[in-house]
């Protein structure tokens, strides 16, 4: 348990503090962040598959060749979130960013809800409301819906709907993904190397690294919470994951200086409460459960 505690930190963490390593490279393009992470994600995970001899999972694919079609649609998903993840932090605006991760485990269960007919147990409803008044009211303030916030979120939760039923596990998967991805994000560099607007390798030798790291960076927290969801209760787990919004929020304020106004404050102490009143819920439910169990 206390293993699994510490990895599940330690993932959430990492999460969380990912502006501050992507702001360093904002004098780079959005698209080449992106396709440097997805190349060198590739490269980390080969790695780690041979050296932890895992690639006999893999054969999943040859055996079931529809599978990889799950995948492309999944790799599409998770470009899409990390194209606005890494636009947000390159143009300030980390704290819509955050609100889309806050927001994302109340759209995962309003999904189930729509798309596999899962019944919301009352608390869950009375989140949802409380969320939706939360974004109502920034979408008042601002005169336009929180579009960058719901769209990742939106993005992220189709991504988690989609992997669960996926066979591979979390390493193999996002392996594959990447794989996927990896011919155009290929393609993009080549081109702008022959455009002469690389960023990597350009002189600056602090952004290359980076640039580089931004593979292990990615595989890291992935590895950790892949470690921490098998070892502790999933209840529990998902109260943990509101450190990496509240993270990314804090760096925001703190770090970025980015807005935010007491009006604003409104909507955002909205689905706090609703998050507040979900994970209490959720560990009710999980208690409420176990007892029955052993009764």
């Avoid at 939106?154 to 993904?177: D, K, Q, T």
């Amino acid at each position: 348990m206390n293993s699994g505690i510490a990895c599940a930190l330690g993932a959430y963490l990492l999460w969380g503090l990912l502006p501050l390593y992507l702001h360093l490279l904002a004098g780079v393009g959005v698209l080449e962040v992106l396709s440097h992470r997805i190349v060198w994600s590739l490269a980390t995970m080969a790695v780690l598959l041979v050296a932890l001899r895992r690639l006999a999972g893999l054969r999943e694919l040859r055996a079931r060749p529809a599978i990889a079609w799950r995948f492309v649609a999944t790799a599409a998903l998770i470009s899409v979130n990390w194209i606005l993840y890494i636009w947000s932090i390159e143009t300030g605006h980390v704290v819509d960013a955050s609100l889309g991760y806050f927001i994302n485990p109340l759209v995962n269960v309003l999904l189930a809800a729509v798309l596999l007919h899962e019944r919301l147990r009352r608390g869950q409803q009375l989140a949802i409301g409380l969320a939706a008044a939360g974004v109502l009211w920034l979408t008042w303030l601002a005169g336009a819906p929180p579009w960058l916030g719901l769209a990742i979120a939106i993005s992220f939760s189709l991504y988690g709907l989609l992997r669960r039923s996926a066979p591979l596990g979390a390493m193999e998967g996002f392996a594959v993904e990447t794989a996927v991805l990896a011919p155009f994000a290929l393609g993009y560099l080549a081109w702008l190397a022959a455009q002469g607007q690389l960023a990597f390798g350009g002189g600056a030798a602090l952004t290359t690294a980076l640039l580089v790291g931004a593979g292990p960076v990615t595989t890291l927290p992935l590895l950790l919470f892949a470690a921490g969801a098998r070892r502790i209760p999933f209840s529990l787990l998902g109260v943990l994951q509101y450190l990496s919004p509240t993270l990314q929020w804090l760096c925001g304020i703190l770090v970025f200086h980015e807005a935010f106004d007491p009006h604003k404050a409104i909507g955002f102490s909205l689905i706090w409460l609703a998050l507040l009143l979900y994970a209490a819920e959720s560990l009710w439910f999980g208690y409420a459960q176990g007892r029955d169990a052993t009764a």
